[in-house]
């Protein structure tokens, strides 16, 4: 597979001290990728031109196309075209409405009503974990998720997102979309057989329903953000078991759901 140029160089006009001078400054790569599933064009989805195999593997899990690895015969890449072959060991037939329709269903056999994809409802279980982390491995995680990122370093124009122990980064991605990275860490997870339910993620964007969702098809029982998360996220962070925190950031946090995995003293009741 030849690799594509994650970022370009190119002349910008920076103005600075009022005058504009020309300057060379790398400008991170948007790059299609059309995926075919047993021949049949499923998706195209814009991405950073790296990691394209794990991203692949992780978008048809999310979208409920297979459950593991395992399913996938081949994965044929080409990045001169863009695109993405994947043939699996069963037959598949694409229902457009499948992916696209949207129900009620009540998550975890609660009363709440709850609206999901249907692939969603699919893919997405209850998390059951007893990992627990303290309020300094938060800080700790989130300043090295930061750190690792050279293309963030770079250019300022991608997501950033990592698997983790309670005490350690074990893998990172970034791309220009924050759903590609969690996508990517997800077909990493299902290519190499990692357990994740005692694993969490850290996560440089803000908690949606959609972010939390792909946490909760990981597998994560805690996602730690540096952003904000918004009402419905909370809402199925609750229902499926997920500890949410955010904003982490200059020495401060905030516990958002099941508090109790976070460890710092004495947490409010």
Same mark, same amino acid.
């Given at each position: ?18 005058? @504009? ?7 991170v790569a948007e790059y ?12 195209? #989805? ?12 992780? @978008? ?26 994947? &043939? ?9 409405? @499948? @992916?696209?329709?949207?129900r009620i269903t009540s ?31 938060c800080f700790h995680l989130?300043? #090295? ?37 969690? &996508? ?13 339910? &005692? ?71």
């Amino acid at each position: 597979m030849h690799e594509m140029p994650i970022t370009i160089s190119r002349s910008v006009a920076k103005y600075r001290d009022s005058a @504009f001078t020309l300057e060379d400054d790398e400008i991170v790569a948007e790059y299609p990728l059309t995926i075919f599933v047993n021949d049949q064009e499923f998706a195209t #989805v814009v991405c950073t031109p790296a990691d394209l195999e794990e991203l692949t593997i992780g @978008f048809l899990a999310s979208e409920g196309v297979i459950r593991s690895a395992s399913e996938v015969k081949q994965i044929a890449i080409d990045t001169g075209k863009g695109f993405a072959y994947v &043939d699996l060991h069963q037959a598949f037939k694409l229902q457009q409405s @499948f @992916f696209t329709k949207r129900r009620i269903t009540s998550c975890c056999g609660k009363s709440r009503q709850s609206f999901y994809f249907y692939s969603d409802a699919r893919a997405a279980k209850p998390v059951d974990s007893q990992l627990s982390v303290s309020v300094e491995q938060c800080f700790h995680l989130m300043d #090295v998720l930061q750190q690792s990122s050279q293309i963030h370093r770079q250019t300022g124009g991608v997501h950033n997102a990592a698997l983790c122990s309670g005490q350690e980064m074990l893998v990172s991605y970034s791309d220009i979309g924050r759903h590609n990275a969690l &996508d990517k860490i997800y077909g990493y997870c299902l290519r190499e057989g990692i357990e994740t339910s &005692d694993k969490l993620l850290v996560f440089s964007g803000r908690i949606s329903s959609e972010v939390l969702l792909k946490a909760a098809k990981i597998g994560a029982a805690i996602l730690l953000s540096k952003s904000a998360p918004t009402d419905l996220a909370l809402q199925m962070a609750e229902e499926l078991g997920i500890t949410a925190v955010g904003f982490i950031r200059g020495g401060k946090l905030n516990v958002y759901t099941r508090p109790e995995r976070i460890t710092a003293g004495t947490l409010p009741g």
